[in-house]
Nanobody, 118 residues
Framework: QVQLVESGGGLVQAGGSLRLSCAAS????????MGWYRQAPGKQRELVAT???????NYADSVKGRFAISRDNAKNTVDLQMNSLKPEDTAVYYC????????????WGQGTQITVSS
């Protein structure tokens, strides 16, 4: 079985920091593109950051300079460091693992709530 379990969510003040962690089982994160997505109430799920198997990172414009995605292959985890948090960062954050064709798959965690108060 494949599981992605997010942790580290919670309530923080604007300007504060949080670190999310995604722990994987039944899958090797190092061979996947790993991503963090978020979904705010009434809005579509959006990409926050990705990291490829080669370590290339990509960020949404709204989080560049504030968030950082990283991967620890030995621990089989992927983290998202979030700094200078804003109320508009409030959302449920989801961990994602995917591979492109021809061996495509796409797995999601259950999400963790981030609430940033003003």
């Amino acid at each position: 079985q494949v599981q992605l379990v997010e942790s580290g969510g919670g309530l923080v003040q604007a300007g504060g920091s949080l670190r999310l962690s995604c722990a994987a089982s039944g899958i090797r994160l190092s061979i996947n593109v790993m991503g963090w997505y978020r979904q705010a109430p009434g809005k579509q799920r959006e990409l926050v950051a990705t990291i490829s198997s080669g370590g290339t990172t990509n960020y949404a414009d709204s989080v560049k300079g504030r968030f950082a995605i990283s991967r620890d292959n030995a621990k089989n985890t992927v983290d998202l460091q979030m700094n200078s948090l804003k109320p508009e960062d409030t959302a449920v954050y989801y961990c994602n693992a995917r591979r492109p064709p021809p061996f495509e798959y796409n797995y999601w965690g259950q999400g963790t709530q981030i609430t940033v108060s003003s």
